[in-house]
């Protein structure tokens, strides 16, 4: 796996691209994350699609400024399939999924062994709401905006959800 790149998200391991699965970031697992069991902790893995949905969305408005963020976390979920433990390395990676809505969409996410990526870890969701924070209340998606999600989304039954969720 490459280096990160300047031109994407701070510590993203490539820039927003096209297509499926645009952002991927690594992981390692650090002492301070795991459990009583010597394992990731399963709410570190809502920091981590935190994380990478800012790389996402930030990037596809052209910022790195969370203050331009526009959107709302309407929904999360996780799906722990494999323990990590200290020192395991994780590629996490993030990308829409079909349909997008008028003022939502779902981001999925699915974290993995970067030598195996046949083994995940976890793979989580999101709904996401787009906010107009003035009026306090939800607005369409960008149009700006709308087709670069479309062209990254994916069915969401591959990765083992159904149907759509906003």
Request: charged content about 25%.
């Amino acid at each position: 796996m490459a280096d990160s790149d300047p031109r994407g998200p701070p510590g993203a391991v490539r820039p927003v691209g096209e297509g499926p699965w645009p952002v991927r970031r690594r992981f390692e697992v650090t002492y301070h994350d795991v459990d009583a069991l010597n394992h990731l902790n399963h709410a570190v893995y809502f920091h981590y699609m935190e994380t990478l949905r800012c790389d996402y969305y930030l990037a596809l408005l052209g910022s790195f400024d969370p203050r331009q963020l526009d959107i709302i976390l309407a929904e999360a979920d996780c799906r722990f399939l494999a323990p990590a433990f200290f020192g395991t390395v994780l590629v996490g990676e993030v990308t829409p999924a079909r349909p997008i809505g008028r003022t939502s969409f779902v981001l999925l996410y699915r974290f993995m062994d970067p030598v195996r990526p046949d083994r995940v870890y976890a793979r989580g969701r999101t709904a996401i709401v787009c906010f107009d924070y003035a009026a306090n209340g939800k607005k369409p998606i960008d149009p700006a905006l709308r087709p670069r999600l479309e062209a990254a989304a994916i069915d969401p039954s591959p990765e083992g959800w159904s149907g759509p969720r906003p």
